[in-house]
């Protein structure tokens, strides 16, 4: 007899859509308020859902907000993926459109509130070694990703340190952004980077 999975229950549903909630408020909120203003209430508030609820998902407020950035990153990631079939074939135009979707991913409200993260887990110590973790975590799969849609070799001398070069350029290019709008001088950084990128990536042999 082959057995099959229970299927969820309503009470089940609408618990992980009170999660969700959590989550997309959390992010909202951290973006806008900062830590400082990002309490467990005002994102309960926000999520249309009790304090008490809240804290059932989220024991702790250390728990709410970095599982908010995990969650929210990796949904932003799978959305990427799902478009890499819309990239151009190999080459200079694909190397810039893949540049431009990194530096996005960079300059918008997740970038804010994980940036709000960061400054608290410099003085925060239960915040710390959670941050540490989960940046590692988004680094690695943002590199992966950046591999995979580059087609990169990083057997090759300078590929693996460039493709990294292009992670580290976009978050500085998300810190020009957060205080003005940067989006002009940031198209030129992109074109002339990708230039760059592609010469490492695919070399013209003599």
Known sequence: MTSHPAARTPQQDRSRATRARLLAAAVECLAELGWHGSTVTVVAERAGVSRGAAQHHFPTREDLFTAAVEHVTAERLAAVRAHADELPAAGPDRTRAVVDMIVRLYTGPLFRAALHLWTAAATEEALRERIIALEGHVGREAHRAA????????????????????????????LANLLTDDSHRRSGVIRQWAGVLESTLRPVRP
């Not at 090759?156 to 290019?173: I, K, M, Y």
């Open 147 to 174: 591999v995979e849609f580059l087609d990169a070799d990083e057997s090759r001398p300078g590929v693996r340190e460039s493709v990294q070069a292009t992670l580290d350029l976009a978050r500085g290019l998300g």
